[in-house]
């Protein structure tokens, strides 16, 4: 495997039937924006759980782990994650803990036995393993993903609407998958094409500081909350820009 893969601000919630009759995609299907359906192995999938408004709570990928599903969300996150499933939860025979022996590893290049970032083909690749010890994966991630546009975490997304977070272009919501918490407002949305705002990265220099989410500037670029009829004239990732035309 590559080397700095490990990215240790990553961290991993698995969910468990305790009983061989229950279904953790079932349960999880009718929570969150994806399709469990294509959560299959070696096949991980980009999606959110929602407010009952359709804002954002926690983004994260779906992994297939047999009968368990394994959620790779931000470290910081993952213990209120795990909190807000058990209050879904109620009397479903299913655990929810953190998954302390395995860490989600990335590289930018294809690499045996691992799987394409769901999102955006560019991201790179990522898999499950025991953690390599190695350091520096965190800082060139967020270079990575920060050049091509694609946001993530609360820090970024904040408590938005889904759908202005670029989820249908991340391949991040199903529109045929039936109900899920926010589904309506989301479904209304896209029926209506009224996305009115968009996250974009843009460079510092052309920053609007009430629209700012948060600025790295180690890397020069503010993540920002825009109107969509005033990112014709920013300069967009490729994928953003067809999406917006």
């Not at 920060?146 to 904040?158: C, D, F, Q, R, S």
């Not at 968009?198 to 020069?220: F, H, M, N, S, T």
Request: proline share 5%; glycine share 8%; aromatic share 6%.
């Amino acid at each position: 495997m590559s080397s700095h893969s490990t990215l240790t601000q990553r961290a991993l919630v698995r969910l468990s039937p305790t009983d061989p009759t229950e279904d953790v995609r079932g349960f999880l299907q009718g929570l969150v924006t994806q399709d469990m359906r294509r959560v299959l192995p070696g096949n991980p999938q980009y999606g959110a759980l929602l407010s009952a408004q359709g804002k954002t709570l926690f983004d994260f990928l779906l992994w297939d782990d047999g009968a368990d599903v394994l959620i790779d969300c931000a470290r910081d996150a993952a213990g209120d994650l795990a909190k807000r499933l058990t209050l879904y939860r109620l009397r479903r025979r299913i655990s929810i803990a953190r998954e302390e022996t395995l860490c989600v590893h990335w590289s930018p290049e294809p690499v045996e036995g691992t799987s394409p970032d769901p999102r955006l083909a560019a991201l790179g690749w990522r898999w499950l393993a025991p953690e390599s010890g190695d350091t520096g994966a965190d800082e060139r991630w967020r270079a990575h993903r920060l050049a091509l546009g694609v946001p993530e975490g609360a820090g970024e997304l904040g408590d938005i609407l889904w759908l202005e977070t670029n989820a249908v272009e991340l391949n991040g919501v199903s529109f045929d998958k039936g109900c899920y918490v926010g589904q309506e407002n989301t479904a209304r949305m896209n029926w209506r094409q009224k996305v009115n705002r968009r996250i974009v990265v843009l460079p510092i220099a052309a920053a609007d500081p009430k629209r700012q989410k948060i600025a790295y500037e180690d890397l020069g670029l503010s993540v920002e909350h825009r109107r969509t009829e005033d990112l014709a004239a920013l300069d967009l990732p490729q994928w953003q820009r067809a999406a917006l035309a």
